[in-house]
């Protein structure tokens, strides 16, 4: 898997957490999110999954 591919499996990781807890907390507590807690969130999911796909190599040929 090259950089891009991983870079954009983390860019579409980070937004779809970030939705979710969005809609999440307005589910349970009936008012947004701010902006900048659902961006911490997102950025603290970049972390693991980045190790996660720093893992997968690129094949070699």
Do not use: C, E, H
Request: glycine letters at 6%; proline letters at 7%; a positive charge.
């Amino acid at each position: 898997m090259s950089f891009w591919q991983r870079f954009l499996v983390l860019l579409v990781a980070v937004v779809l957490i970030s939705l979710l807890i969005n809609l999440l907390w307005n589910w349970i507590f009936n008012f947004g999110l701010p902006p900048y807690v659902s961006g911490v969130v997102g950025g603290l999911t970049a972390v693991p999954v980045w190790d996660m796909l720093r893992r997968v190599k690129p094949k070699q040929k």
